[in-house]
């Protein structure tokens, strides 16, 4: 009897993950590209930032992620190398060979950084400078393909900036290695970490959540884009 009541209730235990499961949104991350002249920006940094942002995602828990492993292995390098360059139909077929249902691709498509001279000294770079006012600014560019249709979802330019008091916002969960290793510290580094959060963030929200959260992202994106004409200043 009691073997009974065991087994009944590793049934409904396994039921209950089994439905939380499925009302997950299944997803993966290909590899970051980058448009812009960052001098942090590496052979490998783009992989690195895909797994950042897997590992963000993961530890959110509003999405069943895909093994960055399984990716590279069922696709391959060369087709991650080129994950910002696949049409909405390539994505989806991507998505469907690694079972994910929404496949995500990023590209940097803005970086700045600055160090202001303000009285002592620090070294940035290599370079010795005389300052502490530290800031960077990133932006970068998302995309989300449905694998079962091949449409693009959702598409947004998600930004952060670093400043001398640290981070614009959240820090992410995840830490550097690799080639960022060495940006642990650096406003790029900082600006770098901003930015796979708040990624995360829009994603939960405009894929997951819904509802009000939304009206914080759109109040971002009026912002960004009323900024684009004054341009970014780290001044």
Not at 66 to 78: M, T
Not at 220 to 235: F, N
């Given at each position: 009897?009691k073997?009974?009541?065991i ?20 997803m ?16 490998s ?14 530890s ?5 992620m ?13 087709d ?28 940097v ?14 070294s ?24 079962t249709?091949?449409?693009i ?10 400043g ?24 790029a580094?900082?600006?770098i ?6 990624i995360?963030g829009?994603?939960e929200?405009s ?12 109040a ?16």
């Open positions: 009897m073997f009974i009541k087994l009944a209730l590793l049934l409904v235990t396994t039921l209950f993950t089994n439905a939380a499961h499925a009302d997950k949104p299944t993966a991350v290909l590899d970051f590209r980058n448009n812009t002249n960052a001098g942090w920006w590496g052979s940094v783009g992989r690195e930032l895909g797994g950042m942002l897997t590992n963000e995602l993961a959110g828990k509003k999405f069943r895909i093994e960055r492993q399984k990716l590279a292995s069922v696709l391959g390098e060369q991650l190398a080129a994950s910002g360059r696949v049409s909405g139909g390539q994505a989806a077929k991507m998505g469907k060979m690694v079972g994910a249902q929404y496949l995500v691709t990023a590209t498509s803005s970086f700045e950084s600055n160090v202001n001279s303000t009285g002592g000294g620090i940035f770079k290599g370079v010795s400078l005389g300052g502490k006012s530290k800031k960077a600014y990133i932006a970068v560019d998302l995309r989300v393909v449905d694998s249709t091949g449409e979802v959702d598409t947004r330019t998600v930004e952060a900036r670093s001398g008091l640290g981070m614009s916002i959240g820090l992410s969960r995840g830490g550097f290695g690799g080639a960022l290793a060495n940006e642990k510290k650096t406003p580094g900082k600006a970490r901003a930015v796979i959060a708040e995360s829009y994603l929200c894929m997951v959540t819904k509802g009000k959260c939304l009206k914080k992202y759109e971002k994106e009026r912002k960004r884009r009323e900024g684009l004409s004054k341009g970014i200043d780290l001044d």
